[in-house]
């Protein structure tokens, strides 16, 4: 007998997340408003016991969540791709396993899906919030598709961790880039939006944790090097025109100043004004 297929499939890609993190993250899932959902969660091959603990917790508690786990580290990008390919419902939301979604954040999202077909990619405004819970910063990016697509030349318009798409559409294209290790979000919906329409929500429905172990604190330069890589490859397929290397050349310029350098800037001139300097300042 067919099982029926949920309307949503929820994927997470986890690697020794703090347990705290993790079991927040999970249970944000699981007690949406919308339940018609599976969960598959990702284990890449953690070396942290706790994290096969937690995640068998709340599988044996909770019939949604499946969990895969990989025999070697595969990265981000090969994990996600991986979950795409056993994921059945019609709409595919992301969580990154140390963020945490608001409880209507699902039923919000779906609701918007089914009412505008023509849009494929669905983000929302987020809260940055720190280690300790603390809002930080706010991510508040583009919301109507023609200005999303304006902007995106100049910049990720998406907090990867508030999207849901159809899945069909993003299979159709691939998934994500396995050559990609970071910023594979960015080059999705740089394909995607070359014949799609995407928009964000005005709602803040997701809180995006950085901390001092975040990809995007401590593999900054390496980011930075796959932007660079992104808008190259996307350049040359026609996915972008050549007047975003004014964007990019910034991109290029910032990856060239040393680390040292940017940490004494963002600890003077920029104290205060980023979340990486807000971080920095308890590190003294």
């Given at each position: 007998m067919r099982m029926r297929e949920p309307e949503i499939s929820v994927i997470m890609s986890v690697y020794n997340t703090p347990p705290a993190f993790l079991e927040a993250s999970i249970s944000s899932i699981l007690s949406q408003s919308f339940e018609d959902f599976e969960f598959i969660v990702v284990d890449d091959a953690s070396s942290d016991d706790d994290v096969k603990r937690v995640l068998d917790v709340y599988a044996v508690k909770d019939a949604r969540l499946k969990v895969l786990r990989n025999r070697e580290n595969l990265g981000l990008t090969r994990s996600l791709n991986r979950a795409l390919q056993i994921a059945r419902g019609r709409y595919v939301?992301?969580?990154d396993s140390d963020d945490v979604s608001l409880p209507d954040r699902l039923e919000k999202q779906v609701l918007f899906m089914r009412h505008r077909p023509d849009i494929v990619l669905l983000g929302t405004r987020g809260y940055i919030i720190d280690e300790d819970d603390r809002i930080i910063g706010r991510w508040e990016p583009a919301?109507?598709?023609?200005l999303i697509r304006k902007k995106l030349l100049r910049g990720n318009q998406f907090l990867?961790?508030?999207?849901?798409?159809?899945?069909?559409?993003?299979l159709e294209l691939g998934g994500y880039d396995e050559s990609f290790r970071y910023s594979q979000d960015y080059d999705l919906?740089?394909?995607?939006?070359?014949?799609h329409n995407a928009a964000n929500l005005p709602d803040y429905l997701v809180k995006h944790?950085?901390?001092?172990?975040?990809?995007?604190?401590?593999?900054?330069?390496?980011?930075e090097m796959n932007l660079l890589r992104i808008w190259i490859k996307n350049v040359r397929r026609g996915n972008m025109p050549p007047e975003t290397a004014v964007y990019f050349s910034r991109i290029l310029v910032r990856y060239l100043v040393p680390m040292e350098a940017r940490t004494f800037l963002r600890r003077t001139l920029f104290r205060g004004r980023s979340y990486r300097a807000l971080l920095l300042e308890t590190d003294r």
């Open positions: 939301a992301r969580q919301l109507v598709p023609s990867h961790t508030s999207v849901m798409f159809r899945r069909k559409t993003v919906w740089i394909r995607l939006l070359r014949r944790r950085i901390n001092r172990e975040s990809v995007a604190f401590k593999r900054e330069r390496q980011q």
